[in-house]
């Protein structure tokens, strides 16, 4: 309780945590229908512009929405967090594609874009929010990513989604090497598809937390 | 519970090692039948009885074709029936297709198709069978047995994937060497197997499988032209159509019906020519049209169910004889069938019984003949797998004796049985024979004389395939459950050492850090990649990508590793504004530094070699340095040797030690890591011809310098090391004053220091013979490797207790496994550098050959396993040790425990498992191209395990009892 007093920004309610899960996920599939319906693309067919899409879409709603949440307010203003979320798209893109590359991705001119799309993509499901709400607040970055002990549904709400989205990832690419010869197993559509599916598990994770949170905090009031 | 001293520790590990290699051999002899197959080629010894064989094989081999053909034709009594033949392979037609089953006709759509063969059929000028096929029921090995009437066992498959010509006795050696003109149209299989016989051949690749049409065009097309031409005697045509047919739309395919039209046009146009040379008087023709397998509902193939193994076996242009049945027939009988046909010696190793019906229209003395030939045959196979043979003087001159022992008791022994039924056969014949002038000789007694040939052939053969194909299901089931319990015995010692070191010690544990006692995430990891392995092992295509696996799997973990330690580098950072502990600070950056090492050269070694079955093509490092030219390959090469041995001699020469044994150390591998680059330098371009006598020597003066070094060095270094206070271990920056009471009683530190010296003498040793032995391109990957390896333990050596001792064995293990692949192995033998395994040998041996090439294949498990030694001596253990009970046994249980048991423990898990998952997949249709060959690496990887952890467990045992012998009598040395 000590660490809420402290930053009375990190009290978040649920009904906020759910606004903001459901316009990510909304966000992402209005990605997947431009996609579809006005340029007629689809992730198997045309992965580089599907990813770009998606990701296009996907990040500033990302970046308006979680510079809310912002911590100390009364020190960094919203254009301030903004531009936090702006420069660590970039960064996280790096950390992804780095990532990615170390656990087998191909190397090559002809993947190139692709693997940049992808990662700008997972950059704005895991890192551009905690950008957003903390900066480069190393403590914070620390006690979420390398601990894995997030307090609060803000934390949660950062932590579930972005871990979802690197295991579904990691899940995502067991089908490449088959044999199977489906268009889909090429880098990165199955991946792509397994963090889309981790990053709504865990948006729906992190909502239900939020609400158990909720519960509990009232129950606490009420005694 | 007692707590394990470590007399008991060691003899139950060792009990559990050998009940897995007794439960092991016990599962592989079982599985792996090996049969006695019969050398050499049947000549004209075949037509005399066995036994009273004093013809030597020699005497017709040396005869020319002709001569042979004639000296043939007079030994066997029997005057050819034809002069020519044409095999026609339909490529996965079920039999059912054109003779129906159960007595019922085939489908109406079929049977239209099929029109002009189903009126052959019915005039009685075909002759149709269902030829039951053995599993694999996969070409290769179903043409094999066609043409030489033996039914392969598993060994025999697995290693002939290398070596595909075929080299026991069959049907076209023979034809080939009595003069025969062959001709091969379709398939390539034939050109595979049969290299150099064919006088004209168009292969096809049976590779498109999508290709229906053009398969079958590439055949007919030289149709025309070849039946006009008479100057072949034997035209093989395999189409290959109908088997792609099945595999894209099954047995219900609308594509059916026209293939096996198209099929049936073929058959009409070779039987119009037949009748039409006939005419000619170009002599007789036969047309047999056989099918290598069958097909299940789906198309597929490779298993042994019925829709699989019932093939087709027609005869067109046997004398007109209408059969009112359809009988059932092996398809190994069409060897013995074809050879008694045409007049050659029937291979040696068949297992085949001729066709009656084949004979029915010959006169019957021939027939007696044929079977009589055949007989003999199967007796001398007979006699070569039970070599006590009762009957085996008995054929030559004492069975006229036995006339009187009658038909009575042929039911008992198997032996005996068919002892006794030979001998009523042949009794029954020379009665007929001599009875054959008179009068009296009846129908009634060449009857039963067939008859009781037949009676014999069939239960000879039976008897003889049913030893080649069953497998001994009790003998499997003790090796599985020995296997079993040797799992069972070697983890429970692996947890009931875990539970007395991480529990039974808590009071000690306080001041460690928490992550000892929680359950971390890399530990859940680590066993989460056993199951992982062990579940992909039931899918083809995963054992065929393993490699993936462990790239995935081994990169991940270094990802847990670079979280954990960002984990305690922040936590160092938190504290560093309360106490100001830099230094603390500066091991976090430098566990990071490994780390990224670790990851990047992880990286470098999954992409250098594009391994596996499906993405072989795909570029890879190691393709496209080849493709930049040789000079590239070979300056890297040099560097990458260059950098191995300096870094090796870097260590040994940084030891502060000034004696004269570590002096001579260095000098030995000195002087050898120069040789080495001296052969890289001069020799490698050469080594493929291997005459080269100077390079050899080298090669030869190299293994001795290597092994003298390190064996001396294992020897004698814990007889010479000081006994001092200066410390040679570089990494044990934190002696606790417990650790130095201890050190009071044993020699710790010294038994460290010798084995930091001799683990670095291993590593060396190994690094240097896989330079000279590697492919050139493997070079740098062993730089990798040797690089991975230090930066893992030094990582490990610095993270103190951050990890479990048990997780990072295991993630050598695993690192072991990542590199194995990495040098180019795969899970198929085609992937085994056998040009390697000759270097430095100057007259050719199998079994130093064998090991030269198990130490190529096995390079990096065993460099793994190798280190391990100085991994003990780096690692700091001092936390771990119980100091108020501590023994002597117990310090070398808490040095020797884990790195001893934890590759034993996880490499009989994922062999026990293995032998599982072949048992399930023994009807597999890859059973024989991928499982197999995994279960050979799988027993070769144990016999690594084995070796590296003996290696390892010697080398603690005995520098800790000389160093102890030492201490308790400091004068005597």
Redesign the interface.
Known sequence: MKELEKNPQSTISSSQVFFIHVCCGLALAAGFWVAHHVYSLNLVFDPTKTLCLIWAIEFPVVILLFSCCRQKPEKCSYFTAIARGLLGLPVGALLNALGALALGAPVGLQYLEKTVNWSLLMSSFTFVPTACVYGSSWTDWHRIFACTKPNGPLEFMLCLPAHGAVIGAWFGAWPMPLDWERPWQDWPICVSYGAIAGYVVGMVGSFGLALIMHAGRKQLKAE | MAPLTCTKLSLITIAGVVTQIIGLSFFVFGFFPVKPALPGTSGSESFYVPACDFFSNQSDTTLPSDQLKSLYQELSGIPPSFDRLILMIVDGLPAEFVLGKDGKPPNKQFKEAMSYTQSLLASGSAIGHHAKAAPPTVTMPRLKAMVSGAIGGFLDVAFNFNTQAMTDDNLLGQFFKIGWKMVMLGDETWLKLFPGLFKRHDGVSSFYVKDTVQVDQNVSRHLGDELSKDDWDLLILHYLGLDHVGHIGGRNSVLMAPKMKEMDEVVKLIHSSINQSQGNGQGRTLLMIVSDHGMTENGNHGGSTYEETDTLALFIGLRNHVFDYVSVINQIDIAPTLALLFGVPIPKNNVGVLIREAFDSLKEDKHLRALELNSWQLLRLLQAQLSGLPCRNFSCDAFYDHQSSGSTDCDHETEDMLCCLYMEATTLYTSWKSKRGFESASNKDYSSAAAAYYKFLKSASEWLSRRSTDKPVKLLALGLATMFISTVILSSLMFCRLREIYHGGKQQSLNLNDSMNGWSLDETFILCVILILVSSMT?S??V??EH?IW??LI??F??LLL?KT??SL?AV??QSSFFTQNGQSREGYFRMCFVFLL??S??VL??WHQG????TS??DISKWLEQAGSQHVKSLQLISAFLVISIGLFALFSIESKGKCFQMVRLSFLISGLLVLLHITKYQDYTFSSTNYGATLLVQIIYAILGVATIGTVVALPWVIPFSTSKICPTDNTISPLFLSIHEKFPLVELRDSLYVIGWAYVLCWCLLQLLLQQPINTTPILLLLLQILAGTLYFARSGTHHKEWVEIAAFYYLGMAGHFALGNSNTLATIDVAGAFIGISSHSTLLSGILMFIITYASPMFILLSLVMYISMKNMAHLVIPEKAGPGDHLMMMLGFPCLLPLVINSILLTAYTVVLLLMQNHLFVWSVFSPKYLYVCATAVCTYIGVFIVAATGFYAYFVLVMRKQKPYSC
């Open positions: 899918s295509s995963m065929e990508e993936y790239y995935f990169s991940t270094y990802l979280r960002a984990q922040c950072r938190f990851l990047t992880g990286r999954g992409g596996g079955v499906n993405w795909l570029p």
